[in-house]
């Protein structure tokens, strides 16, 4: 009796660990590695980064919009490059969602470092990788932290216009703090990945028709701030639609933690950004990064590594394109 429990138990801890190992081995993230170009194509990061520098030189903003090209693939059926497949007469991907439409950017530098690239070591990157160090770079030339990016993606052989248009997997402005910690939590980030990685907001521009409704009708906004952002933000919906305002009024393309500055003063420009200081549970991590930039920065480095480990394809899926915009 005794010797026979014994002998299922046994089993039992020999079939657990098997499916651990399987589970394991299943899950494609493990596959990510930061040396995995080390051999097939070393100058990887020197030739994606000469081509960042050069468009950032030309405009800082390129740098906000590269970041934002990474975070917008992740969050759409993971970091496979399908934000960069263009639509065909046959084919409509993700760059005319909602969320998208009229505001993601960087295409061309996306294509110019592909070429590059193709160049030193042809058919050996993915776009989806190249996205990842773009985004680094991107946020190390204006002052951000720096980090190891993981590699090893491969490129989607398809898009989904209706993923991306799907209310709530990418976050609209208009967002709850609910709502934003659950869509985050929803992807294996944590409402302190959350918080980190919505200091991105310290760089780039948002167009009026994602800052008119927090501007004439939200409460905790500081009034004069309110005031100016109106002033290129006419409220009648159509009209300005496309204007810009810089998300971080001080210091628009400068990686630092004035975005949490002003969240204390109320003056976060989308009504999603006020959500972070606004009475509720994520206040507390708000004022900890206004104080100390370092901790930010290293929270933020973090997250973006979590971030570039969504659902990657590894191993036979998916493919190398040849151009980022189009399939092989
Ligand atoms: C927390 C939820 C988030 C919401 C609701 C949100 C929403 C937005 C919106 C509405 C804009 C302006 C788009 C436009 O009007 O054209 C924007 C810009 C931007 N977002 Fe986010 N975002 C979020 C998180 C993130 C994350 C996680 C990142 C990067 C890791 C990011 C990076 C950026 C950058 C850099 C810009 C400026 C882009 C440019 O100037 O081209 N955002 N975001
Ligand atoms: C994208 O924007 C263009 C230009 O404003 C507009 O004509 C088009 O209908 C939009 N596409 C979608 C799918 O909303
Ligand atoms: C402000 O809110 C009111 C009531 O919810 C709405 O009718 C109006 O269209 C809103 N204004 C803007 C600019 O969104
Ligand atoms: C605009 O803001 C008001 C008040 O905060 C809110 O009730 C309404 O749903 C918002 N409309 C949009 C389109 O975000």
Redesign the pocket.
């Known amino acids: 009796m005794a010797s026979s429990s014994s002998s299922f138990s046994s089993s039992l801890i020999v079939i657990v660990t098997f499916a651990v190992l399987v589970l394991l081995m299943g899950s494609s993230s493990a596959q990510l590695s930061t040396n995995f170009y080390s051999k097939s194509c070393p100058k990887v990061f020197s030739t994606v980064k000469s081509v960042v520098q050069s468009a950032v030189s030309k405009e800082k903003r390129m740098g906000a919009s590269l970041l934002r090209l990474f975070f917008h693939d992740c969050f759409v059926n993971g970091c496979d490059g399908s934000i960069l497949l263009d639509d065909t007469s046959s084919f409509r991907g993700e760059q005319t969602a909602g969320p998208n439409n009229n505001s993601v950017r960087g295409f061309n530098v996306i294509d110019q470092i592909k070429s590059k690239v193709e160049d030193v070591c042809p058919g050996v990157v993915s776009c989806a990788d190249i996205l990842a160090i773009a985004a680094r770079d991107s946020t190390v030339l204006l002052g951000g932290p720096s980090w190891d990016v993981k590699l090893g993606r491969r490129d989607s052989k398809t898009a989904s216009f209706s993923a991306a248009n799907r209310i709530g997997v990418i976050p609209s402005p208009s967002s709850t703090l609910r709502i934003l910690i659950s869509r985050f939590q929803a992807l294996g980030l944590s409402t302190k990945d959350m918080v980190a990685l919505s200091g991105s907001h310290t760089i780039g521009q948002a167009r009026c028709v994602s800052f ?2 927090r501007t ?2 939200d409460s905790n906004i500081d009034s004069s701030f309110a005031k100016t952002r109106q002033g290129s933000c006419p ?1 009648t ?1 159509g009209s300005g639609d496309n204007n810009l305002a810089p998300l971080d009024l001080q210091t628009p393309t400068a990686f630092d933690n004035n975005y949490y500055k002003n969240l204390l003063n109320q003056k976060g420009l989308l009504h999603s950004d006020q959500e972070l200081y606004n009475g509720g549970s994520t206040d507390s991590q708000v004022e900890s990064y206004s104080k100390n930039p370092k901790a930010f920065k290293s929270d933020f480095a973090a997250a973006m590594i979590k971030m570039g480990d969504i659902s990657p394809l590894t191993g036979s899926k998916g493919e190398i394109r040849k151009k980022c915009g189009k399939v092989n």
């Open positions: 008119r409704n004439y009708n409220r919906p």
